[in-house]
């Protein structure tokens, strides 16, 4: 059974840093290809980071240079590190992955079929 557990939300002031943590179960990350994702009240799901099959990673502009992946292949957890927020990055973050590796184009959210719960992440002014 695929499961995704996202954790690491909080509450951060503007220009503060904070790192999300996604941990697998029943899978291995590396036989799956990841994403980042955020989802804003009213808004559609964006994608944030996504490691492509062809081992590329897109890039949301909008966190491009502030927000990056890391993967632990000895903990099957992955990290998105998170700095200089803004008010703007308050959102419900997940992470998802999705098979096969070759399926990752773009960062469509449309693309992954399994999704951890979310965490919140709130930027105060």
């Known amino acids: 059974e695929v499961q995704l557990q996202a954790s690491g939300g909080g509450l951060v002031q503007t220009g503060g840093s904070l790192r999300l943590s996604c941990v697998a179960s029943?899978?291995?990350?590396?036989?799956?290809?990841i994403g980042w994702f955020r989802q804003a009240p009213g808004m559609e799901r964006e994608g944030l980071l996504c490691?492509?099959?062809?081992?590329?990673?897109y890039y949301a502009d909008s966190v491009s240079g502030r927000f990056t992946m890391s993967i632990d292949n000895a903990k099957n957890t992955v990290h998105l590190q998170m700095n200089s927020l803004k008010p703007e990055d308050t959102a419900v973050y997940y992470c998802?992955?999705?098979?096969?590796?070759?399926?990752?184009?773009?960062?469509?959210?449309?693309?992954?079929?399994?999704w951890g719960q979310g965490t919140l992440v709130t930027v105060s002014s």
């Open positions: 998802a992955v999705t098979q096969p590796l070759s399926r990752v184009v773009n960062c469509s959210p449309h693309l992954y079929d399994y």
């Open positions: 490691l492509s099959g062809i081992g590329d990673t």
């Open positions: 029943g899978f291995t990350f590396g036989d799956y290809a």
